[in-house]
């Protein structure tokens, strides 16, 4: 397995691999997106998008058959370079919460977000998902 970041030649394949795992958004132009191949398959991504500022780590999606197995924490330990340069936000279902804690994620008040944020978090809420608000500092 490798991880690394696509480049536009990933963009189909990487937006289908997002559909198939029933994930809401596909790649925008506004994210960084990062890949895990297995023979030539996408077997994972994550997207990092930087606004005003700060990032949004979003759609860290990995196949079933790969869960379980490292490929997640690979990608955290890819993209925690990235995550250094800024204050970092994330909304993981509920259940995910230790895992993004391995690299500096704390739960917080959705209320504390960038209010663009909190109000994607709150839309989410009502459209049943089950997650959470965290930050994560910068690295100095």
């Known amino acids: 397995m490798k991880v690394f970041e696509a480049d536009e030649s990933f963009r189909g394949e990487l937006n289908q691999f997002y559909r198939e795992l029933g994930y809401h958004s596909g790649w925008s132009r506004s994210e960084r997106a990062f890949i895990a191949t297995n023979d030539d398959e996408i077997v994972g991504s994550v997207k ?18 790969y869960q379980g197995n ?12 990235i995550l250094n340069e ?9 259940h995910l919460g230790k895992f993004y804690g391995q690299i500096g994620f704390q739960p917080v008040n959705p ?15 009502e459209k049943g998902f089950q997650i959470i608000a965290m930050r994560r500092e910068q690295a100095i």
Request: charge should be negative; include cysteine; hydrophobic fraction near 35%.
């Open 111 to 125: 209320d504390s977000f960038p209010e663009y944020l909190a109000q994607r978090y709150r839309g989410y809420e």
């Open 48 to 65: 990092v998008e930087v606004v005003n500022g700060f990032s949004v780590l979003r759609g860290m999606y990995v196949a079933k058959g």
């Open 86 to 94: 800024t204050i970092s936000y994330c909304m993981p279902f509920s």
């Open 70 to 81: 490292g490929c997640g924490t690979e990608f955290l330990k890819h993209i925690e370079p």
